[in-house]
């Protein structure tokens, strides 16, 4: 069974412009998470998506959204990129709809320069 | 809200001598408490977790943790280290199924020959 996937492996972006990072969870799986490993931050939660709406959302800005497609599929949109967003993102799924074990995806790093 | 304390930020140990990952948390309600592993420039793989029972925990790798709700503690143990066992550990709770996981902030482990 195909575990939790997420493109690209890596990304850079220059400070201003616009991230999108992509999730698809394991077969079965309703409910994506993503979770943002900066350097010195440690793993920090983002977003909580569930049936394709959000559910819970972390201490971050605005300019950190996302969706959840029907085939709940999940994207993160990063918008006006700081140098600050350098980070590696982890995307992790559970089932059913709010399962307590949550599993996590190899991750996107991104890179603002 | 919950918080977690990882003691250790760096544990060194010789091959095949035992370790323990110390792991205390804070919280005002029951929680789920999990041991995830990072490997090199990878994603998160669960090792273990307590959801009820049973306070001792057998885990994947030869890893166990026990939960301590007293002293709010779920110490993960090895009884015998390979250099594979090389990696970052993150002890993480959740209040409920479908919450956010809260992590510590992670115990580096070097295996030496």
């Known amino acids: 069974e195909a575990g939790v996937t997420q493109s690209p492996t890596h990304l850079i972006k220059t400070r201003g412009q616009q991230a999108t990072l992509r999730c698809s969870p394991i077969?079965?799986?309703?409910?994506v998470y993503w979770y943002q490993q900066a350097l010195g931050l440690g793993l920090q939660f983002l977003l909580w998506y569930d049936e394709g709406e959000e559910r819970n959302r972390g201490n971050f800005p605005p300019r950190f959204s996302g969706r959840q497609f029907p085939n709940y599929s999940s994207e993160l949109n990063v918008n006006a990129l700081e140098l600050e967003d350098s980070a590696l993102y982890l995307c992790a799924s559970s089932f059913p709809a709010g399962g307590e074990t949550q599993y996590f995806g190899p991750g996107t790093r991104l890179l603002v320069l | 809200a919950q918080s977690v304390t990882q003691l250790d930020s760096q544990v060194p140990v010789f091959e095949e001598a035992p370790v323990e990952l110390r792991c205390n948390y804070s919280?005002?309600?029951?929680?789920?408490l999990f041991w995830y592993v990072q490997y090199p420039n990878q994603g998160l793989q669960l090792l273990l977790k307590y959801l009820s029972g049973s306070t001792l925990v057998k885990g994947i790798n030869g890893f166990e943790a026990e939960f301590n709700k007293s002293q709010t503690s779920f110490h993960l143990r090895k009884p015998s280290v390979h250099i594979s066992d090389t990696a970052e550990y993150f002890c993480a709770v959740s209040r409920a199924a479908g919450n956010k996981l809260t992590f510590g902030g992670g115990t580096r482990v070097l295996v030496k020959p």
């Open positions: 077969s079965g799986h309703t409910s």
């Open positions: 919280s005002s309600v029951s929680v789920y």
